[in-house]
């Protein structure tokens, strides 16, 4: 079983809809949780960290933990093109000691 | 632009070279992390140092041999390498592993085509 699972889509949204990205985790001992941008040929962006349960938001990003239910998601408002992308969630567990990623859901925000 | 250099972004080796790709960050971060990255598929773990001892090498073969000179740099050493070693090679670091602001920074990436 994969440590950390992604839709890997490809998911598309109309231009000014919102994206919802999701992301389950495996290890109970998980704290942190992060999502990074990677547009296509370029390297990871990290756009929102999350360490405990509720809502974080940043601009038209929201970032949503559940650690009961082992999900994190992440909600783009007002999808632009430029949100296309994969997003990677990454999970920290002290007993790995690392970064784990998921393997990314693409999304493609259509004109 | 990114807090993590790499350089080069591009490099093209054969299968008999040598060749160095390096890193470099300023951000008083004491871990660093060598990452290998296929086409569409998400960043694969290759190395960790931590305080710039080496703590984790993810059964990387011996063709890839890192080295941390000092707080600040990264580098990945290449020799023999396969044209399955063809990616993009990622650097990236964080605060020292077991903060919870552990959160990495990557570099741009070097992107190696073995022929």
């Known amino acids: 079983q994969k440590e950390v699972e992604q839709n890997s889509g490809p998911l598309s949204v109309p231009e000014g809809a919102i994206a919802s990205l999701n992301c389950t985790y495996s290890?109970?001992?998980?704290?942190?949780f992060f999502w990074y941008r990677q547009y296509s040929g370029k390297s990871p962006e990290l756009i929102m960290f999350?360490?405990?349960?509720g809502d974080k938001e940043d601009g038209r990003f929201t970032a949503q933990l559940n650690k009961a239910s082992q999900y994190v998601s992440l909600l783009i408002r007002d999808s632009q093109p430029s949100d296309s992308a994969t997003y990677l969630c990454a999970v920290n567990s002290d007993s790995a000691r690392q970064l784990t990623f998921g393997s990314g859901t693409q999304l493609t925000v259509l004109p | 632009d990114t807090e993590v250099t790499q350089t080069p972004k591009h490099l093209v080796m054969g299968m008999t070279n040598k060749k160095s790709l390096k890193c470099e960050q300023h951000?008083?971060?004491?871990?660093m992390y060598w990452y290998k990255q296929k086409a569409k598929k998400p960043p694969e773990l290759m190395f960790v140092?931590?305080?710039?001892?080496?703590?984790i090498n993810e059964s990387v073969p011996s063709r890839f041999s890192p080295e941390c000179p000092n707080s600040s740099l990264l580098n990945l050493h290449l020799h023999a390498l396969q044209p399955e070693d063809s990616a993009l090679y990622l650097c990236a670091s964080s605060q020292a592993p077991g903060t919870k602001t552990y959160g990495y920074t990557f570099g741009s990436g070097t992107r190696l085509t073995v022929v």
């Open positions: 140092y931590s305080y710039e001892k080496l703590s």
């Open positions: 951000m008083g971060h004491r871990a």
């Open positions: 290890d109970r001992g998980s704290q942190s």
């Open positions: 999350i360490y405990s349960n």
